[in-house]
């Protein structure tokens, strides 16, 4: 007589430990996504968390990718949510350049150039640039998250940076 044993199920990470690997990830996603930063972040985290649960470790998605998809669909829900109430507002970033040493203030400088340069770029070129080269994310991922055919995503990127490029140079 033959015995049954249940499928092993991976556990999912533990949240704390999730919150400290990934807290800059998500942060810098809301922060370049999301006219208020804070506020996205902590909704998103809420969101991870009661989804952490549901995150199959021996799935295709890495942890990392899970997050990312998470964060960004949330995003996107929070800046469609805000145009159908026709509250959309500029994001204005602030940086604190830390100390005075000029090393320093050139790169708080050409950070702020680069961060306004997004800012100013059309919602979908700057999810698709910040996605692909900040993140890493694959164009075929970028567009079944978009919702779009990956043409249209390189196209999107393709228009990205030349809209950057001009505005950096």
């Known amino acids: 007589m033959y015995r049954t044993v249940p499928a092993l199920r991976l556990a999912a990470p533990a949240?704390?430990?999730?919150?400290?690997?990934?807290?800059?990830?998500?942060?810098?996603?809301?922060?370049?996504?999301?006219?208020?930063?804070?506020?996205?972040?902590?909704?998103?985290?809420?969101?991870?968390?009661?989804?952490?649960?549901?995150?199959d470790p021996s799935g295709s998605a890495t942890l990392r990718t899970w997050l990312c998809t998470v964060v960004?669909?949330?995003?996107?829900?929070?800046?469609?949510?805000?145009?159908?109430?026709?509250?959309?507002?500029?994001?204005?970033?602030?940086?604190?350049?830390?100390?005075?040493?000029p090393v320093r203030l050139a790169a708080a400088q050409d950070r702020a150039a680069l961060e306004a340069a997004l800012a100013r770029l059309p919602e979908?070129?700057?999810?698709?640039?910040?996605?692909?080269?900040?993140?890493?994310?694959?164009?075929?991922?970028i567009a079944a998250e978009e919702g779009v055919p990956v043409g249209t995503v390189k196209s999107r990127l393709h228009r990205g940076r030349a809209a950057l490029l001009e505005a950096l140079v």
């Open 15 to 55: 949240p704390e430990r999730v919150v400290a690997d990934y807290g800059g990830l998500v942060w810098a996603l809301c922060r370049r996504l999301d006219p208020e930063p804070e506020d996205a972040w902590q909704e998103a985290w809420e969101k991870l968390l009661r989804a952490l649960p549901d995150f």
């Open 72 to 101: 960004h669909r949330h995003l996107v829900d929070r800046h469609r949510r805000r145009r159908v109430r026709g509250d959309v507002a500029e994001s204005e970033d602030v940086l604190d350049p830390g100390p005075s040493a």
């Open 124 to 141: 979908p070129w700057r999810r698709v640039v910040v996605l692909h080269h900040l993140y890493e994310l694959p164009l075929d991922h």
